[in-house]
């Protein structure tokens, strides 16, 4: 991780830490859902690295789906533009989903998928984050399941992206002034 490493400035939240919680989280799931069979759908890419993480501690019978929807693209401003490029495999009705978000910032996003998700009659919609950036934001829907509350700076690894790069970073951190460049 040579190359990688030289550009990051600060680790924000080491890996055994990220690992701590996300048991965790697994194991809060495992007993609120239990008896049931939850559907987890996971919002790519970012959410990739917390969801294979996350499942592995979570012990119920359950099914993982993806959804694709529009992003930042490789700014690092929320636009608010919220598009599905890649929709459920299944239907969803009657069953317990829990979306699976790599982050909340404006939480524009999430609001679009989870409303999105209640008009196709499920049993129940709640929403599991890993981050949530602390600036109070009145566009997030609420979170039932946070991993770390995070400060209000643009963050990169463990599946989050600057222009497509540092999501194989195994921990969260943030980059050098530097390693912004243009596209
Ligand atoms: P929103 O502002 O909550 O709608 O954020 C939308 C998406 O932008 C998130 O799901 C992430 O994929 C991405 N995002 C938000 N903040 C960051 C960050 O600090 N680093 C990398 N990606 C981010
Ligand atoms: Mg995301």
């Known amino acids: 991780m040579g190359d990688l490493m030289a550009e990051v400035e600060t680790v924000l939240i080491a890996e055994d830490q990220l690992q701590q919680r996300i048991s965790e989280l697994g194991s809060q799931i495992s007993r609120d859902y239990a008896g049931r069979a939850p559907l987890l759908v996971g919002v790519l890419k970012g959410a990739v690295m917390f969801m294979v993480d996350l499942i592995r501690r979570i012990d119920l019978p ?3 789906d993806f959804m694709a929807v529009s992003s930042y693209g490789s700014s690092t401003e929320s636009t608010g533009v919220v ?5 459920l ?7 317990d989903v829990l979306v699976v978000e790599d982050i909340v910032d404006t939480g524009l996003t999430l609001r679009y998928i989870v409303e999105n998700l209640r008009d196709r009659s499920p049993a129940s919609v709640r929403i599991c984050a890993l981050l949530h950036k602390r600036k109070a934001r009145q566009t997030a829907p609420p979170l039932d399941y946070v991993g770390f509350e995070i400060p209000d700076q643009f963050v990169v690894g463990y599946g989050l992206d600057y222009a497509e790069q540092f999501r194989n970073l195994p921990f969260v951190g943030v980059l050098r002034p530097e390693a912004y460049r243009g596209p």
């Open 62 to 64: 359950l099914e993982v």
């Open 83 to 87: 598009r599905i490029l890649k929709d």
């Open 89 to 95: 495999d299944r239907a969803i009705d009657g069953r």
